[in-house]
């Protein structure tokens, strides 16, 4: 049966299919050797297999779920997300042109800009949700342009397949970091995008106990992926086999997982968005976000387990709000089964993000709990 025609669920809960090859066990072991042998005759035993860098069955494992939920050509993995953004961004020529969002992941932006700067890259940041400002960036060519979609924290949601047109017409590639959806709510690559990046750190690992990032294409014989694989293989940014394994693990109930952060995190946007204590709610799933009817057609299932609430008050009221919650640990992050709230101002100052805004990160916990939680909260 080929992978196309097998739900999400079904892909995660047997990753893949993944068997000990050692002894035939339904879990598969962790390969830890670097290195691996030849027989008498000089040939390896396993031809795939010569040094551990860039060369092992379980990150390949890890992989192999991973392509087939993003319905990839081919996904690699990194040692976090990061590096799996500069990984790519190391494709663009010295002297070449990028098109990024504004009011993306702050590691993102922060990085590029000084990536740029260092190689003569000409670096445009555009508000990509607005299809005119998007286009008029894309009339002058361009290597690269990166959105991320839905964004954190300010959840906005660029139509990827209109984003992906006016890439291509600039002739460059479309990169989608699809952090806060995960592959079981989008697959940017469905949409025209030509690679789909991930922060496996967050929900795809879904514990808070794994830093990992992973870049999925459409077309591996691409000079940009080719580049990227030989980096990688020659460079050195490898996963280790211990983070690809527990990985696998959490990759397991990552669409159940979802389903339920989803839920969860829609009747808490709902509640707070009738709470007299609350300004407004940002989530996709509201029919009254701007960003609602895009994100109702390249989401499945859900709409993500992040949202951000503007206080009603000043910055030192949210901070209280967030002080007072019991359920929501106090931390940066997001996509883990448990909830986080976070004051995003404190981290990012200079940013424009409103100082009464908490960014939450809704787990699996009892809905009725965690609202209860941010009534008591809203109520001090
Ligand atoms: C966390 C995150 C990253 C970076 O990933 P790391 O695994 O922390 O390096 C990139 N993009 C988004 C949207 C993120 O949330």
Redesign the pocket.
Known sequence: MSDKRLHPATIAARAAGALNAGDGGVIPGISVATTYARGADNALLHPRNMYCRDENDTVRQAEEVIRQLEGAEESLLFP???AS?TALFRTVPDGGRVVMQSGI?W??TSWVRGHCARHGITLEEVDATDAGALGAACETPADLVWI?VPS?PWLKTVDIARAADLAHGAGALLAV?G??ASPVLTRALDFGADISMH?A??SMNGHTDV?A?VLSCRDRAARVWQEIARERHDGGAILGPFEAWLLMRGLRTLPLRMERMCENALRVAQALDAHEGIEAVWYPGLPGHPGHEVAARQMTGGFGCLLSVLVRGDAARAIGVAGRLQLFHRATS?GGVESLVEHRATIEPDSGIPGTLLRLSVGIEDAGDLIADLRQALGG
Do not use: R
Request: a negative charge.
């Open positions: 976090s997300g990061m953004v992941y590691g993102v991320e954190n970091d952090t806060a922060s750190t967050k830093v990032g997001l």
